[in-house]
């Protein structure tokens, strides 16, 4: 079965660049999440969006935006990048309807020296 | 504002022992209970999700309960095996959208 694919897994910047990340949710899903995982951390919530709209915003920094295009797959833009914005970060989709199961990616590893 | 903890922090277990994960949450008004199984670095796999109306999920050696009023779940896993060491979290899922996860069980079975 198809599952939530994110790239690239690993991505090493330096400080003040930028960076993207890309997930591609399963088939049919309409509601992608973006999660931010810090070493020894749980997932935090950063964005979510249902249908290409911005559904749930919780602790995103201002220098990271989100959108959600026509064929559903979803990018993370992260500027001025900071050594605390190492982590990992998950993608994860989930189908119409309220409250119905969320499914992860495998993360993107990203390393800001 | 919803806040998962999970007890214990870390567990270690004989192989082929039952064993029990706890999960509170603090806001009862939950759509849903999911939780994730995570191993060293790698992405989240989703193990069970029990729906707010409902109190037990099966699959496999894994059964998970929920009782809202009381802000609990518990993850049940009988005859552990080596295989099933890792990190297990627990996610609720409030106003049917964001999930808030606890900081995790860390499971090590020794064979």
């Known amino acids: 079965a198809a599952g939530v694919i994110q790239s690239p897994r690993h991505l090493i910047k330096e400080k003040r660049e930028t960076a993207t990340l890309k997930c591609y949710p399963i088939?049919?899903?309409?509601?992608v999440y973006w999660y931010q995982q810090g070493p020894g951390q749980d997932p935090q919530f950063l964005i979510s969006?249902?249908?290409?709209?911005?559904?749930d915003k919780g602790s995103i920094p201002d220098r990271f935006s989100a959108q959600q295009f026509s064929d559903y797959h979803s990018e993370l833009n992260m500027s001025s990048l900071e050594l605390g914005d190492s982590a990992l970060y998950f993608c994860a989709s989930s189908s119409p309807g309220s409250g119905t199961e969320a499914f992860f990616g495998q993360g993107t590893r990203l390393t800001v020296v | 504002k919803q806040e998962v903890t999970q007890i214990p922090a870390a567990l270690s277990v004989p192989e082929g022992e039952n064993l029990v994960l706890n999960c509170s949450f603090t806001d009862s008004a939950i759509y849903n209970l999911q939780w994730f199984r995570q191993d060293p670095g790698k992405g989240l796999t989703s193990l069970l999700l029990i729906q707010s109306s409902q109190r037990e999920q099966t699959s496999g050696r894994l059964n998970a309960s929920l009782d809202k009023s009381s802000g609990r779940s518990t993850l049940y896993i009988a005859a552990s095996q080596p295989g099933d060491s890792a990190t297990y979290l627990c996610?609720?899922?409030?106003?049917?959208?964001?999930?808030?996860f606890g900081e995790g069980t860390q499971l090590t079975v020794n064979p």
């Open positions: 969006f249902y249908e290409k709209m911005q559904s």
């Open positions: 088939p049919r899903h309409d509601t």
């Open positions: 996610a609720a899922n409030v106003g049917g959208s964001r999930l808030t």
